[in-house]
């Protein structure tokens, strides 16, 4: 007979993997439909596509199967896709684009989305096909690329909210904060897998201005205490910037999936298993070995059943270890889960957990005592930031393969 342990780690894979497929691009492209002589939308508005210049810009971790997905809508005049990996479609002109620091191809990919905007006439459509991951795949940057990189990567190894390191890209940037807008002469019309919880800063907002300011990222940055290790060009650049025009108009903007539509379909499958589950979309933000710790404890105090939990944490780097947000979620969970019912799995919906091949990991009851018995120091290879080693040993990363979404990151806590 199969003990609860190895049910329940049968089940929260299989809650995982329905959070995942309902965020997949194709399952919600479906929600637009062609008909006539243009397309319905979502709230059952319409945007006519025949008689005008219609040109693509699909950006980020889904564009490769956003953009397949909307091929039938075409002809379309010019096809701009930047996605993680190379997107193979007769007249569409396609970038590999870098995460989570942009390369010169995500430079590429980023000048040639503002050149369609510049070519799009005033009766032209431009439609943004927008995911997460894009605000590091397509850039066209105010300083030099190496200093943007570089700014970037200390923000993301300091554990910076992701909401300051948006705030700086943004400003340092032609592309964001609406500059894709500004440039379109015509009708823009954005669909979005977000994994944002506000969609106007998803990929740091290249057709929607936040009422922010260069200022607003120098003072944040003065606060974490990182300004003066910032480049020099980036400091300079953002203490001249002027103030940015307003947007002429505000963009059609549709969501099609994100973080909810995920934990919706999580929850359906933890109730069709029989879990009384409770879902708290936001919930994961912060520290990750913090919100792991709280995880772990939860599963003292809560009741039986399944909690489903969403959101992005950060991870200040401080060893010299190899790991992923969702890996150091787990770890930090598996001293209160110790000798005890419970089962956590934890990964990021695009598939890719930090500089790794595993999307995150999954603890219970007896990770503790098997990590003992191989000679691993839980604690220590937190402390390193070394979580993927002392999962990849337990047999316990969860491994996905890029998913070509992202919907931010679930953690599914079932509680015998």
């Known amino acids: ?222 606060r974490l205490g990182l300004l003066e290790a910032m480049p020099a060009t980036l400091r300079e650049h953002l203490a001249a910037a002027p103030p940015r025009a307003p947007l002429a108009r505000t963009p059609r903007m549709h969501v099609l999936a994100d973080t909810t539509t995920a934990l919706d379909a999580a929850a359906q499958a933890a109730q069709d298993l029989g879990y009384a589950t409770r879902v708290l979309p936001g919930w994961l933000k912060g520290e990750a070995r913090e919100r792991g710790r709280e995880l772990g404890e939860q599963a003292r105090a809560m009741a039986p059943g399944a909690l489903l939990v969403g959101g992005e944490t950060t991870v200040h780097v401080v060893g010299h270890g190899k790991g992923g947000r969702n890996q150091e979620v787990a770890l930090a969970a598996v001293d209160s889960l110790s000798g005890r019912d419970a089962i956590l799995a934890t990964f990021g919906t695009d598939g890719v957990d930090g500089p790794t091949d595993a999307a995150g990991a999954i603890v219970d009851g007896l990770t503790r005592a098997r990590a003992d018995a191989l000679g691993l120091d839980g604690a220590a290879m937190l402390a390193e930031n070394d979580s993927y080693h002392h999962f990849d040993a337990l047999d316990d990363l969860v491994r996905t393969g890029p998913t070509g979404t992202n919907v931010r990151d679930i953690a599914v806590l079932l509680v015998k």
């Open 1 to 222: 007979m199969r003990s609860w342990r190895d049910e329940a780690r049968e089940h929260a894979r299989a809650i995982l993997q329905a959070a995942l497929q309902a965020a997949q691009p194709q399952v919600a492209m479906r929600r637009i439909r062609r008909a006539g002589d243009g397309l319905v939308l979502p709230d059952g508005s319409r945007v006519r596509l025949a008689g005008r210049a219609v040109r693509v810009v699909a950006l980020g971790k889904a564009a490769g199967l956003m953009s397949a997905h909307a091929q039938p809508w075409g002809p379309f005049v010019e096809v701009v896709v930047s996605a993680p990996y190379k997107v193979d479609i007769p007249g569409f002109e396609a970038y590999v684009g870098s995460h989570p620091l942009p390369d010169e191809e995500s430079v590429r990919a980023g000048e040639r989305a503002l050149d369609l905007a510049r070519a799009t006439g005033p009766d032209d459509l431009l439609i943004v096909l927008l995911s997460g991951g894009a605000s590091a795949m397509a850039e066209a940057p105010d300083v030099p690329l190496a200093d943007l990189r570089r700014a970037s990567d200390l923000l993301l190894r300091s554990g910076a909210p992701i909401e300051t390191l948006n705030l700086v890209r943004r400003h340092a940037s032609r592309l964001k904060d609406g500059g894709l807008a500004r440039a379109c002469r015509g009708e823009l019309l954005v669909l979005a897998v977000s994994d944002v919880d506000d969609p106007a800063t998803l990929a740091s907002g290249p057709a929607h201005a936040d009422g922010t300011s260069a200022q607003d990222a120098l003072d944040a940055l003065r």
